[in-house]
Nanobody, 124 residues
Framework: QVQLQESGPGLVKPSQTLFLTCIVS??????????WSWIRQPPGKGLEWMGS???????YYSPPLKSRTSISRDTSKNQFTLRLTSVTPEDTAVYYC????????????????WGQGTQVTVSS
């Protein structure tokens, strides 16, 4: 059974950097042909793919977020981490990590396993 669990702060101040980690169990993040992604859903809006890291470590980012986003991984801990810089209240959302066979991940069915999501609020 593959499980993903997001971990990180629930509240971040404007201009700070957000770090979220996705801990994966039941599958290795280095196994072909999978991608490991971060997707968010702002209140009242749809899913927004932020970026992904592949089984080989290649990274892919949404163009509008590319300048503020980076994704890294720790294969020894089987986890991957999102870094989002210069956050604003518009970054308030539920953040999900997910596994997929392709990118970008723009709909629920495109990911075969999802974390439960973690609420991140950007406020002073």
């Amino acid at each position: 059974q593959v499980q993903l669990q997001e971990s990180g702060p629930g509240l971040v101040k404007p201009s700070q950097t957000l770090f979220l980690t996705c801990i994966v169990s039941g599958a290795s993040i280095t196994t072909e042909p999978y991608y490991w992604s971060w997707i968010r859903q702002p209140p009242g809006k749809g899913l927004e793919w932020m970026g992904s890291i592949s089984y080989s470590g290649s990274t892919y980012y949404s163009p509008p977020l590319k300048s503020r986003t980076s994704i890294s991984r720790d294969t020894s801990k089987n986890q991957f981490t999102l870094r989002l810089t210069s956050v604003t209240p518009e970054d308030t959302a539920v953040y999900y990590c997910a596994r997929s066979r392709s990118v970008p991940v723009t709909t629920r069915p495109m990911g075969d396993y999802w974390g439960q999501g973690t609420q991140v609020t950007v406020s002073s």
